[in-house]
T-cell receptor
Framework: GAGVSQTPSNKVTEKGKYVELRCDPI?????LYWYRQSLGQGPEFLIY????????DSGLPNDRFFAVRPEGSVSTLKIQRTERGDSAVYLC???FGWGMNNEQFFGPGTRLTVL | GESVGLHLPTLSVQEGDNSIINCAYS??????FIWYKQESGKGPQFIID?????DKRQGQRVTVLLNKTVKHLSLQIAATQPGDSAVYFC????????????FGQGTELSVKP
């Protein structure tokens, strides 16, 4: 079956521009997570959704970052006024339920490069 | 300026040998721990998990050991194969945190044929 997919796989943008990163979770998965991974480091939590609502957005670094999941399936991570420090791989994961016993399945990530 | 990534700890082993990858976790209240494998260009892949009320769990060719006294987790891979070459991360989670994962620094495992 299809896993978690993320588009685009690579995104190059200029400082100050707006970008949207898309995540298609596994069908039927109610929980969706966004992480950011910088070179040589482990993923860092950004936000997670239970259905349509953001249950915990404590990892979003500032108000330039925003994520939505309007129909409880696809999610979009939006970054305004991008900065060079936003360059990283943005990972999405989904799980059947939420909570620590539910395995998270990760997508391949979107590599964002801000010039 | 250009950012420079951290150099990951590296473990180099011979094919067929056993590998032990270590991790120090941060929160003594964490309830659940997971090991992930990440190959180049891919997302992390679940390997094995363990709850805080256990100190050992075995899977196929892998064993995870948990020492809560010193907040230490280890992953043992038996008969390491070239396909095991990847970066390995430990992650921790808290009951009630909705599955939010806190990842540790990874270790790069290199298997020589």
């Amino acid at each position: 079956g299809a896993g978690v997919s993320q588009t685009p796989s690579n995104k190059v943008t200029e400082k100050g521009k707006y970008v949207e990163l898309r995540c298609d979770p596994i069908s039927g998965h109610t929980a969706l997570y966004w992480y950011r991974q910088s070179l040589g480091q482990g993923p860092e939590f950004l936000i997670y959704f239970q259905g349509t609502g953001a249950a915990d957005d404590s990892g979003l670094p500032n108000d330039r970052f925003f994520a939505v999941r309007p129909e409880g399936s696809v999610s979009t991570l939006k970054i305004q006024r991008t900065e060079r420090g936003d360059s990283a791989v943005y990972l999405c994961a989904s799980s059947f339920g939420w909570g620590m016993n539910n395995e998270q399945f990760f997508g391949p990530g979107t590599r964002l490069t801000v010039l | 300026g250009e950012s420079v990534g951290l150099h990951l700890p590296t473990l180099s082993v011979q094919e067929g040998d056993n590998s032990i990858i270590n991790c120090a976790y941060s929160n003594s209240a964490s309830d659940y721990f997971i090991w992930y494998k990440q190959e180049s260009g891919k997302g992390p892949q679940f390997i094995i998990d363990i709850r805080s009320n256990m100190d050992k769990r075995q899977g196929q060719r892998v064993t995870v050991l948990l020492n809560k006294t010193v907040k230490h987790l280890s992953l043992q891979i038996a008969a390491t194969q070239p396909g095991d070459s990847a970066v390995y991360f430990c992650a921790e989670s808290l009951e009630g945190a909705g599955g939010k994962l806190i990842f540790g620094q990874g270790t790069e495992l290199s298997v020589k044929p």
